[in-house]
Nanobody, 124 residues
Framework: QVQLVESGGGLVQAGGSLRLSCAASGRTSSRYAMGWFRQAPGKEREFVASIRWSGDATRYADSVKGRFTISRDNAKNTVYLQMNSLKPEDTAVYYC?????????????????WGQGTQVTVSS
């Protein structure tokens, strides 16, 4: 089992920045890929970014490319999502997720473990 805890959400004005963290505990000795997803009210959970265990491959949703950066520190069992140039449409609950293996999927159904989420609100 792996437990994931997100932090770093909050209220920010449009154009501002936030950095989300996702701390993993439990069976962290295994290799796992990580992803960030988000869900706005009334919408389905959507892919934001993912990163392989090695950190050498990342993927992003088109809506966040060039603004968000995913990274990881395996020594700290932590994954980060740096969010710059935030827009009101980025407002959502952000979740991190983990899946064993090297591949970092795009679909939520392919992830094994989820955090509780952290709220990000961007005001206009």
């Amino acid at each position: 089992q792996v437990q994931l805890v997100e932090s770093g959400g909050g209220l920010v004005q449009a154009g501002g920045s936030l950095r989300l963290s996702c701390a993993a505990s439990g069976r962290t000795s295994s290799r796992y890929a990580m992803g960030w997803f988000r869900q706005a009210p009334g919408k389905e959970r959507e892919f934001v970014a993912s990163i392989r265990w090695s950190g050498d491959a990342t993927r992003y949703a088109d809506s966040v490319k060039g603004r968000f950066t995913i990274s990881r520190d395996n020594a700290k069992n932590t994954v980060y999502l740096q969010m710059n140039s935030l827009k009101p449409e980025d407002t959502a609950v952000y979740y991190c997720a983990a899946v064993y293996g090297s591949v970092a999927p795009l679909r939520p159904s392919e992830y094994d473990y989820w955090g509780q989420g952290t709220q990000v609100t961007v005001s206009s």
